[in-house]
Nanobody
């Protein structure tokens, strides 16, 4: 059974850092693109970053501005989102998601619809 479980969220002060963890099971990461998304209160869910099956292609949203880094440990089946210089605007529930269609080892999709498998999310709150 395929499954995604996020952890690592919490309360952090502005300028602080968090490392989110997405534990996958039932997926083969070298043939599966993984995305991180977030949804703030009252807003639509938006993509944060994605990583291709090869891990050589990463697409960050415009608001990342070099503050977040997506990486993975293929052997462990884990995808990370290292976040630094956090701002109150980063407050949201963060989700990881897995794609099912394989479009090549260097492709990760930008659209939410390309990721049918989702975890339950982890809350990130940035506040002083």
């Amino acid at each position: 059974q395929s499954r995604l479980v996020e952890s690592g969220g919490g309360l952090v002060q502005p300028g602080g850092s968090l490392k989110l963890v997405c534990e996958t099971s039932g997926f083969t990461l070298d043939t599966t693109a993984i995305g991180w998304f977030r949804q703030a209160p009252g807003k639509e869910r938006e993509r944060v970053s994605c990583i291709s099956p090869s891990a050589l292609t990463v697409h960050d949203a415009h608001f990342v501005k070099g503050r977040f880094t997506i990486t993975r440990d293929m052997r462990a089946g884990i995808v990370y989102l290292q976040m630094s210089s956090l701002e109150p605007e980063d407050t949201a529930v963060y989700y990881c998601a897995a794609a099912t269609q394989y479009y090549g080892s260097h492709y990760c999709g930008l659209a939410e619809i390309e990721y049918p498998h989702w975890g339950q999310g982890t809350q990130v709150t940035v506040s002083s």
